[in-house]
């Protein structure tokens, strides 16, 4: 129920902040390059349990449209299916890119947040075919979301660069070479998946801060006041 009425209050707050520039955003991503202004994509939510009538019981995600502002070209995706995007990935246009490294193509998510399909703060929510791929190459991966909503913003957020990429400098960093490419297969080095085994850590940190309410709460606010300082600084890339 706390965690309810952060996300209903602090969404509320930042779309009256950002409504001046939301206009502006969208002016700017129709003059960068043609295509629709916003982009609607269908992700996996909550991992959740379901009993079916016949007496079987399975875990499935809740799928839902997430709503961005268009970073990519039209089409971009018509020749490779879905992929994750990477680091200067040449389908970004000009806008997108700034719009990415500042995280505001996420600012549409907040009317996401307010209808509860997300939370402010929480894993980041994945294409669901996207998930199956990556639940094969990293063990636990899904548990990422088990009985949790996705988040705007999260641990792995303010703590990663945009594809969960370790910092450099950072704490993680030092320790990448112990947890990324498990088996030394020199055609998986520096694979995405290295990058996910990254972001999963800090998801279930934050699930595991979850189970109390005083670590919840600290960890909780902790997060929503980094994010617009990693905002500010440009550190989504």
Do not use: C
């Not at 934050?206 to 670590?215: D, H, K």
């Amino acid at each position: 129920m706390t965690k309810r009425v952060i996300d209903v209050t602090t969404s509320a707050i930042a779309l009256i902040v950002f409504a001046p520039i939301i206009p502006i955003i969208a002016i700017a991503v129709a003059i960068d390059s043609r295509g629709p202004i916003f982009y609607r994509q269908i992700r996996a939510g909550r991992l959740r349990r379901v009993d079916h009538v016949a007496g079987g019981v399975e875990l499935e995600f809740h799928e839902f449209k997430m709503t961005k502002f268009r970073t990519m070209r039209k089409d971009a995706e018509k020749f490779t299916g879905a992929v994750l995007a990477e680091q200067r990935d040449p389908r970004i246009t000009r806008v997108g890119m700034f719009l990415r490294r500042s995280r505001l193509d996420e600012l549409p998510q907040l009317w996401d947040v307010l209808r509860g399909k997300m939370s402010l703060v929480g894993p980041r929510p994945e294409r669901p075919e996207l998930i199956r791929n990556l639940a094969h190459a990293i063990p636990m991966f899904e548990e990422r979301m088990r009985d949790v909503k996705p988040g705007i913003t999260g641990l792995a957020q303010v703590s990663l660069g945009y594809a969960g990429a370790a910092r450099e400098g950072s704490e993680i960093a030092q320790l990448a070479a112990t947890l990324q490419n498990p088996f030394g297969l020199e055609e998986a080095s520096g694979s995405i998946a290295d990058d996910m085994r990254i972001k999963l850590l800090y998801d279930l940190a934050y699930l595991a801060g979850l189970e109390r309410f005083s670590t919840f709460i600290g960890t909780e606010l902790s997060i929503i006041f980094k994010t617009p300082i990693v905002m500010m600084r440009g550190l989504g890339q």
